[in-house]
T-cell receptor, first 111, second 112 residues
Framework: KNEVEQSPQNLTAQEGEFITINCSYSVGISALHWLQQHPGGGIVSLFM???GKKKHGRLIATINIQEKHSSLHITASHPRDSAVYICAVPNYGGSQGNLIFGKGTKLSVKP | DAGITQSPRHKVTETGTPVTLRCHQTENHRYMYWYRQDPGHGLRLIHYSYGVKDTDKGEVSDGYSVSRSKTEDFLLTLESATSSQTSVYFC???????????FGPGTRLTVL
């Protein structure tokens, strides 16, 4: 069964800073998901990626399949980026089973 | 945004009472999921459905049952609620097993 670890658990940044959130997993996968949970509780899917890099606005997600590691970067961070960021992977590796979720990284961006 | 609603959004109930939470989608997605979210834990899968009348257990299914009689509705039932089932419950949908999931707004359930 896959295990997923996120770091850091909490992150405080000043507006404008470059942010990196990390996700590691134990069993090889077909794709990894990044999600954002707003302070009000709503959950939004940000990325689903299986290799390389994806970019959406100021958000960049990368994955290294050999290292079993993914990073989520936020460039020019803004207070509205304050949220919990969650990664998720298939629980039996490859594309098997359902998703298991990391415990999340709580990001707070100060003006 | 994907059309997913959950009802009720908030509920307070007493130990031992039955509770049913409803998830409704307008996207015609095949897969539907029920998760619970608790402090110190990631989202954990309770049950999921891969089609009408097709359901399976997740990692924390004890004390919960589900039903899906129509594509658009997925019901989660707590037959006899316990305080350990106090949580925030999220429904999600996807059009394939490992595809991107879209989440409902959540239901906050408190069992006294």
């Amino acid at each position: 069964k896959n295990e997923v670890e996120q770091s850091p658990q909490n992150l405080t940044a000043q507006e404008g800073e470059f942010i990196t959130i990390n996700c590691s997993y134990s069993v090889g996968i077909s794709a990894l998901h990044w999600l954002q949970q707003h302070p009000g509780g709503g959950i939004v899917s940000l990325f689903m990626l299986s290799s390389g890099k994806k970019k959406h606005g100021r958000l960049i997600a990368t994955i290294n399949i050999q290292e079993k590691h993914s990073s989520l970067h936020i460039t020019a961070s803004h207070p509205r980026d304050s949220a919990v960021y969650i990664c998720a992977v298939p629980n039996y590796g490859g594309s098997q089973g359902n998703l298991i979720f990391g415990k999340g990284t709580k990001l707070s961006v100060k003006p | 945004d994907a059309g997913i609603t959950q009802s009720p959004r908030h509920k307070v109930t007493e130990t031992g009472t039955p509770v049913t939470l409803r998830c409704h989608q307008t996207e015609n997605h095949r897969y539907m999921y029920w998760y619970r979210q608790d402090p110190g834990h990631g989202l954990r899968l309770i049950h999921y459905s891969y089609g009408v009348k097709d359901t399976d257990k997740g990692e924390v299914s004890d004390g919960y049952s589900v039903s899906r009689s129509k594509t658009e509705d997925f019901l989660l039932t707590l037959e006899s609620a316990t305080s350990s089932q106090t949580s925030v419950y999220f429904c999600a949908i996807s059009d394939a097993g490992m595809a991107e999931q879209f989440f409902g707004p959540g239901t906050r359930l408190t069992v006294l």
